[in-house]
């Protein structure tokens, strides 16, 4: 269980319909060799989070990671979700690019699941006691809010509205890998059209969280990360008075006031 309390072996039947690993591994072993026509050589890792089930793979000497959803009422975006990955990795943007079925769909509806499958990038989860990665992962989300404003597909949710965007809505450790660089940007299951600003100070204040024991970031790395970012794309006088307040709101929200 990725943050979870269950039990990993009832939610894996109860939420998925697997009785046991070998039981779900097989089915992912004939669903990559009928659509991707990869050989599944090992199942080495489930992880239940909600209802999505992760599993690590290796496949054909490579390490794979394949998304499986079981609530048909995602899967529409979900495949919205990939195509916005695939166009930010065609950007230049370090994010893990879905896999194209052989027939060309990014995604892969079978059975009662959906299914998307993208290379294992290397890193760890950004260190917030690191200024390094701290100002990295500073510059790399206001790259990644430019590239996101200039998207010219569509993301279920709605147009955005004046002084919105498209952005990713959880940036925080827990979705950043780290190596002498950001090598990857994660889960984009919660982008959404808001402000650039409020997901700036969402970031700020939640950076350093990843699954248990939220913390708020604390002062100095939340000034280097928010300097790193206006050192790359600066916030408007409006966009600060913003900041502002969804700081001091989420900090509220938390507890942590």
């Known amino acids: 269980m990725l943050w979870e309390s269950a039990d990993p072996a009832a939610a894996l039947t109860s939420r998925f319909g697997f009785v046991g690993e070998d039981h779900a591994a097989a089915w992912l072993t004939d ?7 990869l050989r599944v050589e090992r199942c080495d890792r489930l992880v239940i989070s909600a209802s999505k089930l992760l599993a690590w793979l290796t496949v054909d000497g490579r390490c794979l990671i394949a998304k499986c959803a079981v609530d048909p009422t995602l899967f529409a975006r979900l495949a919205e979700i990939d ?15 879905p896999l194209a079925t052989t027939d060309g769909p990014r995604r892969l509806d079978r059975d009662r699941y959906s299914v998307g499958l993208y290379p294992v990038i290397g890193g760890d989860l950004l260190d917030v006691d690191d200024q390094d990665q701290v100002e990295a992962a500073g ?4 790259t990644l809010h430019r590239s ?5 597909g569509e993301l279920s949710g709605g147009q955005a509205q004046e002084g919105q965007q498209l952005v990713h809505g959880d940036f925080r450790s827990a979705n950043i890998l780290c190596a002498d660089q950001i090598t990857a940007v994660l889960d984009f299951d919660e982008a959404s059209h808001r402000s650039r600003a409020d997901e700036l100070a969402r970031s700020a204040v939640l950076l350093g969280t990843r699954y248990h024991n939220w913390q708020p970031t604390p002062p100095a790395t939340r000034k280097a990360f928010v300097a790193a970012y206006n050192d790359v794309w600066p916030l408007t006088g409006m966009e600060w008075k913003e900041y502002d307040l969804v700081v001091a709101a989420v900090a509220k929200h938390f507890g942590w006031t």
Do not use: N, S
């Not at 166009?87 to 230049?92: C, F, K, Q, R």
């Not at 510059?139 to 206001?142: G, S």
């Open 148 to 152: 996101l404003a200039a998207y010219p």
């Open 83 to 97: 195509e916005l990955i695939a166009w930010l990795h065609h950007e230049g943007l370090p994010v893990a690019a």
């Open 31 to 37: 669903a990559l060799r009928d659509a991707w026509g």
């Open 139 to 142: 510059q790399t989300l206001a």
